[in-house]
């Protein structure tokens, strides 16, 4: 089928690939540290427009820049320790992927008012497609290649503005389709009212723009969907602040030393529930380690409570960033191994092949993990905590299991210690504040060095502490029962939304394939001068 364009572009093509650097640099700024959410909307509109009318190529080149802008800037931290090569490496992967959703969109705009030419398609099927095949394309780099890597959803660029209440019903992926649908509607009107007679704003254009702004008004007092409150638990939650980066300097040990001092201030706190420490916190292996155990016992003894830490275990030849429970006088009683470990950062996919292109960077990855099958739910004293280590925050279906299988609160443990000085755990940070709201829990999010807070089932923080400092929260924290619509709903949401859309504009090519089949075959009238083949 030609994709040659059937319209003049919106823009020629020097000036679609400026915009759509424009737009990539501001989306980024919609994220944190910035955190401007409104800028999300005149990104995706600076991606969209951009496409509208373009080639095959030229749609392929405008989705390359747009996503190459956006990548750099975003995950920028990447660079911190181990130079540009794998910053620049995942911000060109990902935007390919960025590539061929444009193209998909281009399509969209290109046969969709040819199969579907009412002003009224326009405004309605042509931005629900535009913005499914969007949120499709964040599916697909959220899932592939190796476990995938869904980092920077428009969705989460709207954790600070008024939309993200709606993320309790329709979770991350619906937020990211509400957000570029919005856009595209507003695109439509205004191609329409620009480019045909004045007539149109009143028949096509005060409607949908009346329609946009009653569903933004009430997206914004929509409230989150409640959950059920079911008392509260006190937690200690420790952020030791010691060398837990890759490349601190440290003696085995050092990191738990750090997690202990910071936590023996509070030792002797009556009433408390729970201990939890971050990602990492534990650099001895307590099973093969007396100091460690010792140091553990005495944690959990002086609350009486369990403590919640992690470390690496080697179980045989195989390693697990492991989160446990460790109970005084019993030992480790439950423990929930990594789901997704950080390809090319925890472990290394195709080893052999990639030595071969960088081995000085491929090496410094000493040790492969293993990912975990086990339940990402621990069972405390009278509540369950669901569990997420560090980037596994980033992946729906590993939350919703957590809430599907009973949690009544969130401990999310990690160790920014790699990325102090970036918009890493700030991000990060958005996600497990997204986290608390899409499912109705309150969030113990705790960093080795921050930022660490604990954050309300309605996304406001009740408890922080400074970053790069030492310290321990002790704080009430909510239990909650019952499930969103976000979780429930949450894999059907987007399979409706993402591949819905997908086909949709699958069976628009079969229309128009068929009605050019046919015309073919017709003969042409008498007359005309045109003779039929022998």
Do not use: H
């Amino acid at each position: 089928m030609p994709l040659s364009a059937p319209e003049r572009p919106v823009l020629p093509l020097w000036a679609a690939v400026v915009a759509s650097a424009a737009g990539g640099l501001l989306l980024d700024v919609a994220f944190p540290s910035v955190g401007w959410w409104p800028m999300a909307f005149p990104a995706v509109a600076l991606a969209l427009v951009s496409l509208i009318g373009r080639t095959a190529g030229g749609a392929l080149l405008v989705g390359v820049v747009f996503g190459v802008a956006f990548y750099l800037m975003n995950v920028d931290f990447t660079a911190r320790w181990v130079g540009p090569l794998p910053w620049v490496a995942l911000s060109v992967f990902e935007s390919l992927f960025v590539a061929v959703g444009a193209l998909l969109i281009t399509l969209a705009y290109r046969w969709i008012p040819r199969v579907l030419p009412t002003r009224w398609a326009r405004l309605t099927v042509l931005p629900a497609i535009v913005a499914g095949l969007w949120t499709a394309r964040e599916e697909v780099t959220g899932g592939f290649p190796y476990g995938g890597f869904p980092w920077g959803r428009v969705g989460t660029s709207q954790v600070g503005g008024p939309l993200i209440e709606v993320v309790s019903w329709i979770g991350t992926a619906g937020l990211s389709f509400l957000v570029v649908g919005l856009t595209a509607v507003v695109i439509e009107v205004v191609r329409m009212t620009t480019w045909r007679s004045r007539a149109i704003i009143v028949r096509a254009g005060v409607i949908p723009i009346g329609a946009v702004v009653v569903m933004l008004v009430g997206l914004a007092v929509i409230p989150a969907w409640q959950t059920t409150p079911e008392g509260d638990i006190r937690v200690v939650s420790v952020q030791g602040n010691g060398p837990a980066g890759y490349f601190d300097v440290r003696q085995r040990g050092d990191v738990l030393a750090s997690q202990f001092d910071a936590t023996e201030p509070l030792f002797g706190e009556e009433g408390v529930d729970a201990v939890v420490w971050p990602e990492g916190s534990v650099d001895l292996d307590p099973r093969d380690s007396a100091v460690a155990a010792s140091a553990l016992n005495r944690v959990s003894r002086s609350f009486d409570a369990p403590l919640v830490a992690n470390m690496v275990r080697l179980e045989g030849e195989e390693f697990f960033n492991t989160s446990f429970v460790w109970v005084a006088g019993e030992g480790m009683t439950q423990r929930y191994d990594k789901r997704n470990p950080v390809p090319f950062g925890e472990y290394v996919p195709d080893r052999a092949f990639y030595r071969g292109i960088a081995p000085d960077l491929i090496d410094m990855i000493g040790r492969d993990y293993t990912p975990g099958v086990n339940p990402p739910v621990f069972e405390l004293d009278g509540f369950r905590a669901g569990l997420a280590i560090c980037f596994d925050v980033i992946y729906d279906a590993l939350v919703w299991e957590g809430a599907a299988d009973g949690a009544d609160v969130y401990f999310f443990q990690t160790n920014n210690a790699d990325f102090r000085g970036t918009d890493e755990n700030l991000q990060q940070l958005a996600v497990a504040r997204l986290r608390a709201i899409e499912t109705g829990r309150s969030v113990v999010n705790i960093s080795t060095v921050g930022t660490s807070q604990v954050i309300a089932p309605d996304g406001t923080t009740i408890d922080s502490l400074p970053a790069d400092e030492p310290g321990a929260m002790l704080t009430d924290v909510e239990l909650r029962t019952g499930l969103t619509p976000a979780v429930v709903a949450g894999p059907w949401i987007k399979a409706v939304l993402e591949w819905g859309s997908v086909a949709a504009l699958a069976v628009v090519a079969g229309v128009i394939a068929a009605g050019q089949r046919a015309n073919a075959k017709t003969p042409a009238p008498e007359g005309t001068g045109v003779s039929e083949p022998m």
